[in-house]
């Protein structure tokens, strides 16, 4: 009966979000007076996952699941519920995970809930509040099928540390050939991914072209940030379209999200909502961004991020 929790990791390692989802499931659990069970794939290390209230780990190693399938990993993560006998199932709100979410769903004949934000509000009947209406609302959502799938938002429910060891337990699940096969995979290296990234520092059209991209980079360099660009920008092959961020690109749900020349059109807004303080630097005071900014900073981008950029360089080694 214990909570089960999909833990993501990629080479070996744990990803940020693995250990925000097991700070959840703990949440659950102990609302619901049981324990949490972890699926973790290909992981080295799964002892890490008992800081944050994780009490047994479900560890699969086939090299079948290298490579990330929906209906593969929705199967196993099915096989992985029956054994345990749960009725609750949490999940992240990845790429991967928004994939195979409703496919797991379907395989357990359970109800979904996406973009949770916050430990349930009643475990019976088990009811969680989640985002509406690209973030500018919330709901509150009541799940009454036996068996329950949860998907939480990045940077919604954060780290929750836990005094606990995690037992380690081999599980080899029936993976049937699906009939894909993958070659290879490309993926971008010494930069931090904006799906896991606390920081991002976004830039738009106010740049007036790539050349100028060098003061973004820096910036992010120096706040260990990701880098991230308006619909536009990708549009015109200033930067790739994987740094597109806003409706029709990807989600922003960051700790600190820092707009610089983006003047903030509706799509925008809407993909980067989610993000807990916003600030925009922008030469126009009536740039709609401004309307949703927690700061502002009205002046010439080519003026205030190098002095910002100086000023983090000072505040790092004063403080290292």
């Given at each position: ?159 929750v540390e836990n005094s606990g060891s995690a037992s380690a337990e081999a599980f080899s699940p029936n993976i049937p050939d699906n009939g894909v096969h993958v070659d290879s995979v490309d993926k971008a290296s010494n930069k931090v991914s ?127």
């Amino acid at each position: 009966m214990s909570v089960l929790v999909y833990t993501e990791s990629e080479k070996g390692k744990f990803k940020k979000a693995a250990f925000e989802v097991a700070s959840y499931a703990k949440a659950v659990a102990d609302q619901m007076g049981t324990t949490v069970t972890a699926i973790a794939v290909n992981a080295d290390d799964v002892s890490e996952l008992g800081t944050y209230g994780v009490d047994k780990v479900l560890k699969v190693n086939d090299g079948k699941m290298d490579a990330f399938n929906a209906k593969t990993y929705a199967n196993v993560i099915k096989q992985a519920a029956e054994k345990e006998g749960t009725k609750v199932v949490i999940l992240s709100q990845s790429a991967d995970s928004k994939y195979l979410a409703p496919i797991l769903a379907v395989n357990l004949d359970a109800g979904y809930a996406s973009n949770v934000v916050a430990a349930p509000t009643s475990a019976s009947p088990f009811t969680v509040k989640r985002t509406a209406f690209t973030n500018k609302a919330f709901n509150f959502t009541t799940i009454d099928t036996d068996v329950k799938v949860v998907g939480v938002s990045n940077n919604s429910f954060g780290l929750v540390e836990n005094s606990g060891s995690a037992s380690a337990e081999a599980f080899s699940p029936n993976i049937p050939d699906n009939g894909v096969h993958v070659d290879s995979v490309d993926k971008a290296s010494n930069k931090v991914s904006i799906a896991d990234a606390e920081i991002v520092v976004s830039g738009g059209r106010g740049l007036k072209g790539p050349e100028n991209w060098g003061m973004i980079e820096e910036l992010a360099n120096v706040l260990g940030a990701a880098t991230a660009c308006s619909k536009p920008v990708s549009d015109l092959g200033w930067r790739p379209h994987s740094e597109h961020v806003g409706q029709t690109g990807k989600p922003v749900a960051s700790n600190l999200y820092i707009a610089v020349g983006i003047s903030g059109a509706i799509q925008h807004l809407a993909g980067i909502n989610a993000s807990k303080v916003k600030v925009v630097i922008n030469s126009d005071p009536e740039a709609p961004f401004f309307k949703a900014a927690d700061y502002g900073v009205v002046g010439d981008a080519f003026d205030v991020v190098p002095r910002l950029t100086e000023k983090l360089k000072e505040f790092k080694a004063q403080n290292a």
